[in-house]
């Protein structure tokens, strides 16, 4: 099975700044036809986890352009450019690769 | 638009069998873009995959939990259905249901949860 490795697993930043979240994978994430099965998600307080990047860079329908997502491989990065209230919560990473899908430990950002 | 709600007892005791009901809407689950799957997390902790269904009736359960694991879809009705038996306290947390696109590869839309506590 893939084991997803996440740190931070907590992260405290000043609205207006920068934040990061990495995510490791035990195995590549690569698929043969090129695409990188790396997903990030955020479950706000009290709610079910939302889709924010598909396929390690790609924002989903809605998300805002300051969240934007890197990494190839088994080394991938979250970033938030400028934190705003609305972004509280834990973000997960999640790969689909390979079954059993699994996330990462969660990564819980506060204000 | 599309949803998914899921359904079932908030409270079984230690041996039962959990039948958990997740009824959508906004798409179908007879064309080959879409799968839905299960997912849970136990309070505080992470999030489990448990089980995929796909269009054409294949399943997929997480190894860890195979034996235990059923998922079934009735499409007249639009819903999915899992069962898990043999429950026990660390079974305790909140169940998603999840649309799975195969285009994105991954859960688009979840449904709000279920929450499952285990105890006699």
């Known amino acids: 099975d893939i084991v997803m490795t996440q740190t931070p697993l907590s992260l405290s930043v000043t609205p207006g700044q920068p934040a990061s979240i990495s995510c490791k994978s035990s195995?590549?994430?690569?698929?043969?036809?090129?695409?990188?099965?790396l997903y990030w998600y955020l479950q706000r307080p009290g709610q079910s986890p939302q889709l924010l990047i598909y396929e390690v860079s790609n924002r989903f329908s809605g998300v805002p352009d300051r969240f934007s997502g890197s990494g190839s491989g088994t080394d991938f990065t979250l970033k938030i450019s400028r934190v705003e209230a609305e972004d509280v919560g834990v973000y997960y990473c999640m790969q689909s690769i390979q079954l059993p899908y699994s996330f990462g430990q969660g990564t819980k950002l506060e204000i | 638009q599309v949803s998914l709600k899921e359904s079932g007892p908030a409270l079984v005791k230690p041996t039962q069998t959990l039948t958990l009901t997740c009824t959508f809407s906004?798409?179908?689950?007879?064309?080959?873009?879409?799968?839905v799957g299960w997912i849970r997390q136990p309070p505080g902790k992470a999030l489990e995959w448990l089980a995929r269904?796909?269009?054409?009736?294949?399943?997929y359960y997480n190894t860890s939990l195979k034996t235990r694991l059923t998922i079934s879809k009735d499409t007249s009705k639009n819903q999915v259905v899992l069962t898990m038996t043999n429950m026990d306290p660390v079974d305790t947390a909140t169940y998603y249901c999840?649309?799975?696109?195969?285009?994105?590869?991954?859960?688009?839309?979840w449904g709000q949860g279920t929450v499952v506590t285990v105890s006699s």
């Open positions: 999840a649309r799975f696109l195969f285009g994105l590869h991954t859960f688009d839309v």
């Open positions: 195995q590549s994430l690569l698929h043969r036809d090129g695409k990188m099965f």
């Open positions: 906004g798409f179908s689950l007879t064309t080959s873009e879409v799968r």
């Open positions: 269904i796909d269009w054409d009736n294949a399943k």
